[in-house]
């Protein structure tokens, strides 16, 4: 029996377009009298028929949001979150690093997008982020992808810089600058720490920005987050300062704030701290006339009020573990014995995980899932351990011999995954002031 998704039908000169799931559980594209798999050509002729299930770019906009989905399968339960949310999606948006563990490819990662949006009929505007990109390689190769957002991810460089060169000294020396009130002064310390921390980075984003970005091919965000270096609002000012003198435009910058933003689980550090060093952050990014932007923002709750004050309700969060834990949560609500398997499997490659991610999570904390009856299973979802745990070891369960049944359990479920979703999500949203 063959199920219509309501919301995607529409009118076409080809006559009517819709998706529908076959009776062996596939979805399809009713197109021109044909139906048709959901392949990539298939996406592209969505895309070039109905401009709204192509992505645009959208990080001018004052609010948006990344939900990136790791799996292929998150997608309407994204779309459905921003249905009458105040904000913009970056409904794809993943990084090279995702890629490698997941082996998807960009196209991989937009076709998804696309199709959820016919799927749901959601005619709003939407991203695709090329986030975290290091190299020219990348670069390109996410452009060509058609990334209507380029993030460059500039920790390689950090630490990498020198002296400040006469020009900056007879810039920046003994001066003090204003934003919004903030007096921002630099030292001869101040500066030279400015130049040595960054001065390497902010030559790779010019080079990068004139290959690539100044003939207006995406929009661009400056990321110098992932690094153990705090960027402190001085720091931040002569990043901007030093790119607007050099031409560059950017939509957005991610600093690294001070206090922990580890994966998975909220913001570890002085709240109080962390808002004082926002106002200056967000003062400083609006006098350059950009938005902030804050990455690892899965589940990074007690912040988002600061976040939605402090900014003035201009801003850019990015969030991703966060709908792979919930696609986890429902394993373990569905399938407790195969859950307790791929736990198993996470625990041994937790040490070669970490490697590529930030987390603190002690196992030792994690209780036994043997020791818990399945209806408490999921529970451990909610414990910082073992959600760090899980979020980390995504490439290696996806690579494992429970790839198939995790999909088919995921596809069979999939409207009380999109539930998950829209509870988890719905609260960011919601205490972003965008809910
Ligand atoms: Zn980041």
């Given at each position: 029996m063959m199920k219509i998704y309501d919301k995607s039908i529409c009118e076409h000169e080809a006559g009517e377009i819709y998706m529908a799931r076959g009776g062996d559980g596939r979805d399809l594209l009713f197109f021109a009298g044909a139906f048709l798999p959901l392949d990539h050509a298939s996406a592209e002729l969505l895309r070039s028929e109905l401009p709204w299930t192509a992505p645009s770019r959208v990080l001018s906009l004052p609010r948006t949001f990344g939900t990136g989905d790791r799996l292929g399968i998150a997608g309407p339960g994204h779309v459905r979150c921003f249905r009458s949310a105040d904000a913009a999606p970056v409904l794809a948006q993943q990084s090279v690093r995702e890629l490698t563990f997941t082996g998807r490819t960009f196209a991989d990662v937009?076709?998804?997008?696309?199709?959820?949006?016919?799927?749901?009929?959601?005619?709003?505007?939407?991203?695709?982020?090329?986030?975290?990109?290091?190299?020219?390689?990348?670069?390109?190769?996410?452009?060509?992808?058609?990334?209507?957002?380029?993030?460059?991810?500039?920790?390689?460089?950090?630490g990498r810089g020198g002296e400040p060169s006469a020009e900056q000294r007879a810039l920046y020396l003994g001066r003090r600058f204003e934003a919004e009130g903030c007096a921002l002064e630099f030292g001869a310390e101040g500066l030279g720490r400015c130049t040595a921390v960054y001065g390497?980075?902010?030559?790779?984003?010019?080079?990068?920005?004139?290959?690539?970005?100044?003939?207006?091919?995406?929009?661009?965000?400056?990321?110098?987050?992932?690094?153990?270096?705090?960027?402190?609002?001085?720091?931040?000012?002569?990043?901007?300062?030093?790119?607007r003198r050099r031409g560059v435009r950017f939509q957005t910058l991610a600093?690294?704030?001070?206090?922990?933003?580890?994966?998975?689980?909220?913001?570890?550090?002085?709240?109080?701290?962390?808002?004082?060093?926002?106002?200056?952050?967000?003062?400083?990014?609006r006098s350059f006339g950009y938005k902030l932007s804050i990455h690892s923002g899965s589940d990074k709750l007690s912040i988002f009020p600061m976040i939605a004050r402090h900014t003035q309700g201009?801003?850019?969060?990015?969030?991703?573990?966060?709908?792979?834990?919930?696609?986890?949560?429902?394993?373990?609500?569905?399938?407790?014995?195969?859950?307790?398997?791929?736990?198993?499997?996470?625990?041994?490659e937790f040490g070669e995980a970490k490697k590529h991610y930030h987390v603190s999570a002690d196992l030792s904390k994690i209780p036994e899932p043997a020791a818990l009856d399945d209806a408490e299973l999921s529970s451990l979802l909610d414990m910082d351990d073992a959600r760090q745990l899980i979020h980390i070891a995504y490439g290696p369960i996806l690579k494992s011999e429970y790839r198939e049944s995790l999909y088919s359990l995921w596809r069979e479920h999939e409207e009380d995954y999109f539930a998950l979703l829209a509870g988890h999500l719905g609260r960011h949203l919601r205490l972003l002031g965008i809910g």
């Open positions: 937009l076709d998804a997008a696309t199709f959820a949006v016919f799927r749901e009929g959601f005619r709003r505007p939407w991203g695709f982020d090329g986030d975290h990109l290091k190299t020219s390689g990348e670069i390109e190769s996410a452009l060509r992808s058609g990334c209507t957002m380029i993030t460059i991810d500039c920790s390689e460089k950090i390497a980075a902010i030559e790779f984003i010019c080079g990068a920005y004139e290959k690539y970005l100044a003939g207006g091919a995406a929009d661009f965000e400056i990321s110098i987050d992932e690094t153990g270096t705090p960027t402190t609002p001085l720091e931040h000012f002569f990043v901007a300062s030093e790119l600093p690294r704030f001070g206090g922990e933003f580890q994966k998975g689980v909220d913001y570890r550090g002085s709240l109080s701290d962390f808002e004082a060093e926002l106002q200056i952050h967000a003062a400083v990014a201009r801003f850019h969060v990015k969030t991703s573990g966060t709908s792979w834990l919930e696609a986890m949560r429902l394993a373990a609500m569905m399938e407790p014995a195969l859950y307790r398997r791929i736990h198993a499997l996470a625990l041994s």
